[in-house]
């Protein structure tokens, strides 16, 4: 069975930063794109950034400059530093596997949510 794992939300004021962590586990052959979504009251769920398994980035206008997503592959583990933090930036950040492969299935995962709240 196949868990994404997502750590390292909290409370920061404006011009903080945060590193937030998830960690895929099962049985785990692969994973294609690594990504975060977040989802602000009242708002849909958008993509903040990905990462694909050689590395190649993107990120949505609002955080570029300011976020930073990585990956382990070795660890099915992404990653994102989140500096220069807005109180727009709060929201429930989610941890997105798309297109991981287990011996027998290939599907797109998500993770629980971790909060992060922006405020003085």
């Known amino acids: 069975q196949v868990q994404l794992v997502e750590s390292g939300g909290g409370l920061v004021q404006p011009g903080g930063s945060l590193r937030l962590s998830c960690a895929a586990s099962g049985t785990i052959v692969s994973i294609n794109a690594m990504n975060w979504y977040r989802q602000a009251p009242g708002k849909r769920r958008e993509l903040v950034a990905g990462i694909t398994s050689g590395g190649s980035t993107n990120y949505a206008d609002s955080v570029k400059g300011r976020f930073t997503i990585s990956r382990d592959n070795a660890k099915f583990t992404v990653y994102l530093q989140m500096n220069s933090l807005k109180p727009e930036d709060t929201a429930v950040y989610y941890c997105?596997?798309?297109?991981?492969?287990?011996?027998?299935?290939?599907?797109?995962?998500w993770g629980q949510g971790t909060q992060v709240t922006v405020s003085s």
């Open positions: 997105n596997a798309d297109r991981l492969r287990t011996w027998g299935s290939l599907g797109d995962y």
